[in-house]
């Protein structure tokens, strides 16, 4: 195979339509507009979304709700990822992010949360901006440390 020998897929393309080329190419005269009306003039149309002037469905529909912009989000982990990991192991942000242990990475994140889901029996260092209750008192409860960072 080379270059030069390929072309696209059967009936991937179609020529284009040569509008107003007589009446004998049944796109002649009007070039397939029809007669007269918006449709048929230049520019002719509206745009996506109008209804004719009647009042449109986004603004008919209520406004609801509220998106917080300002919120803190946080990259969560739970005991149950530590678990695994061997005695004396320092967990941090970094950790984290180098050993893919966070499954979703939220766009503009603040930092790092323990999650108290799951078991934990080896002492570790874990330094985090947030600990749930439960997570500091099984890490603490393991032999291990958890330090949070301002």
């Given at each position: 195979m080379r270059i030069?020998?390929?072309?696209?897929?059967?009936?991937?393309?179609?020529?284009?339509?040569?509008?107003?080329r007589g009446i004998g190419s049944g796109l002649g005269k009007t070039s397939g507009k029809g007669h007269?009306?918006?449709?048929?003039?230049?520019?002719?149309?509206?745009?996506?979304?109008?209804?004719?002037?009647?009042?449109?469905?986004a603004r008919r529909i209520p406004k609801r709700g509220f998106k917080n912009n300002?919120?803190?989000?946080?990259?969560l982990i739970n005991l149950c990822d530590l678990a695994e990991l061997p005695a004396g192991t320092v967990v941090?942000?970094?950790f984290v992010m180098e050993n893919n242990m966070a499954k979703e990475v939220k766009k503009n994140c603040y930092g790092l949360k323990v999650l108290g889901n799951g078991e934990i029996?080896?002492?570790?260092?874990?330094?985090?901006?947030k600990f749930s209750e439960s997570a500091k008192?099984?890490?603490?409860?393991a032999g291990g440390t958890a330090e949070v960072i301002e």
């Open positions: 030069d020998t390929l072309s696209p897929a059967e009936g991937a393309t179609t020529p284009a339509k040569r509008l107003g007269k009306g918006q449709w048929a003039r230049s520019g002719g149309g509206v745009r996506p979304g109008f209804e004719g002037g009647q009042t449109p469905l300002f919120k803190k989000q946080y990259i941090d942000l970094g029996n080896v002492a570790l260092t874990v330094k985090a901006h008192a099984a890490i603490e409860q």
